[in-house]
């Protein structure tokens, strides 16, 4: 079986970075120059970063926690949440393979190790996905034709219960 490896992009991952701007590019029409210029700043900053996921050497699978993701755009009063689960991406040939899954879950551990304690994403096509995975919505919105759920998870360690 292939190896499964996690990779934390740093500043000098432009590879990835033009690799991930031509998947975000044709997944959602997202400019490449944007792309790079948003993984940039995420790689310069100690409580966000993005992920490439690699199987057998291959890359298959990204995403990241961005403190600022284009919903807020469009909905401000959300601008109140930080540390967003955003851009999970997997190349359509491993597509329903759990790659998905497996992805996040690395991001949310991650996360927790960094001390981000409290998650957020939203998403309009994966929410039975993010359901599985103990993520609970938190709030609905219509955007256009999208109808959009926010959601959200804690990451934070429960402390074990005192015993006698």
């Known amino acids: ?18 690799l991930i701007a031509g998947w975000y590019l044709n997944e ?11 993984l ?8 966000e970063f993005h992920v490439i ?3 057998g ?12 993701v284009g919903l807020l755009d469009k909905a401000p009063k959300l601008k109140i949440h930080k540390n967003w689960l955003a851009l999970v991406y997997t190349i359509p040939e491993h597509r329903q ?3 998905g899954a497996m992805i996040c879950e690395f991001i949310q551990n991650h996360s927790k190790v960094l001390g981000i304690e409290h998650l957020h994403l939203y ?7 993010y359901n599985r995975l103990g993520w609970t919505a938190i709030e609905r ?21 005192n015993t006698v």
């Open 1 to 18: 079986m292939p190896e499964l490896k996690f990779h934390i992009l740093t500043a000098n991952d432009k590879e990835y970075f033009d």
């Open 28 to 38: 959602w029409n997202i400019p490449i120059d944007k792309t790079r210029q948003n």
């Open 40 to 47: 940039e700043k995420v790689t310069n900053n100690n409580l």
């Open 53 to 55: 996921m690699t199987w």
């Open 57 to 68: 050497g291959k890359p298959i699978s990204t995403g990241g926690i961005h403190n600022h």
């Open 97 to 99: 393979k759990g790659f």
């Open 123 to 129: 998403t309009d096509t994966a929410e039975r996905l």
């Open 141 to 161: 919105l219509q955007i256009g034709s999208r109808n959009i759920v926010v959601m959200d998870k804690i990451t934070k360690l429960k402390p074990a219960a």
